[in-house]
């Protein structure tokens, strides 16, 4: 039995997402990781109802277009609907990002990149 049925990682860096899903592929914590480039495709793939019930999102805070906290400010509106765990990874060592993360209750944590097995943990 896995973790999560889904696990969602939002960074507009294709080589972090690479590395980031072989890692959870290693830990085995889902059957399913998607990617996405742009905060705007995770939100529109996020909007369908019958998406998996257990899902981890992963979210990058500097990215074009649409940043981090933009995607958690639209996110909000999805929030009623779903029950995901969010987790904002950042290469951000900036202490107010940090705090900023925490004005958002249904995010659970911030990882500071890289992710690891550890870090990760932390929040399984």
Request: no cysteine; charged share 30%.
């Given at each position: 039995?896995?973790?999560?049925?889904?696990i969602v990682l939002?960074?507009?860096d294709p080589?972090?997402?690479?590395i980031?899903?072989?890692?959870?592929?290693k830990?085995n914590?889902t059957p399913?990781?998607i990617e996405?480039?742009?905060?705007e495709q995770?939100?529109?793939?996020?909007?369908?109802?019958?998406l998996?019930k257990?899902?981890?999102i992963?979210?990058?805070i500097?990215?074009?277009?649409m940043?981090g906290w933009?995607?958690?400010?639209q996110?909000?509106e999805?929030?009623?609907?779903?029950?995901?765990?969010?987790?904002?990874l950042s290469?951000?060592?900036d202490?107010?990002?940090?705090?900023?993360?925490?004005?958002?209750p249904f995010?659970s944590g911030?990882i500071?990149?890289?992710l690891?097995?550890?870090?990760l943990?932390?929040?399984?």
């Amino acid at each position: 039995m896995y973790p999560f049925d889904l696990i969602v990682l939002i960074d507009d860096d294709p080589i972090n997402n690479l590395i980031n899903k072989r890692l959870i592929n290693k830990l085995n914590l889902t059957p399913k990781t998607i990617e996405f480039l742009e905060a705007e495709q995770a939100l529109e793939y996020l909007k369908n109802p019958d998406l998996e019930k257990k899902v981890l999102i992963l979210v990058d805070i500097n990215m074009p277009v649409m940043n981090g906290w933009d995607f958690l400010s639209q996110y909000v509106e999805l929030e009623n609907q779903r029950n995901d765990r969010i987790i904002m990874l950042s290469s951000s060592i900036d202490f107010q990002d940090r705090q900023k993360s925490k004005e958002f209750p249904f995010v659970s944590g911030f990882i500071e990149k890289p992710l690891t097995h550890e870090k990760l943990e932390t929040f399984i």
